[in-house]
């Protein structure tokens, strides 16, 4: 049984930096690519960054140039810096294995995810 565990989230000003952690524990393929997603009520759950096993990244393009993936495999931690946080990227941020060519989850079941609120 695979399970992540996000943390890191909190209450930040914009322009301001968070750092987001997520372990992935359980019969999970290391060389599984691995991706971050949010999601705000009433929305879907939208793909934020991706990393593959190689250490190639791809961003949606709202967060490119501001977030930075990154992970490291022997610890099985996934890592998402955020910089200049914006109001719009207050949402609930998850990780998950993907399929690194389409960014699709790979269908595990999701985990609590870490609140991120960017107010002033």
């Known amino acids: 049984q695979v399970q992540f565990v996000e943390s890191g989230g909190g209450l930040v000003q914009p322009g301001g930096s968070l750092r987001l952690s997520c372990v992935a524990s359980?019969?999970?393929?290391?060389?599984?690519?691995m991706g971050w997603y949010r999601q705000v009520p009433g929305n879907q759950r939208a793909f934020v960054a991706g990393?593959?096993?190689?250490?190639?990244?791809k961003y949606a393009g709202s967060v490119r140039g501001r977030f930075t993936i990154s992970r490291d495999n022997a610890k099985n931690t996934l890592y998402l810096q955020m910089d200049n946080l914006k109001l719009e990227d207050t949402a609930r941020y998850y990780c998950?294995?993907?399929?690194?060519?389409?960014?699709?989850?790979?269908?595990?079941?999701w985990g609590q995810g870490t609140q991120v609120t960017v107010s002033s």
């Open positions: 990393i593959n096993s190689v250490g190639n990244t």
């Open positions: 998950h294995a993907i399929f690194y060519s389409t960014a699709t989850p790979r269908g595990y079941d």
């Open positions: 359980g019969s999970i393929d290391k060389s599984y690519s």
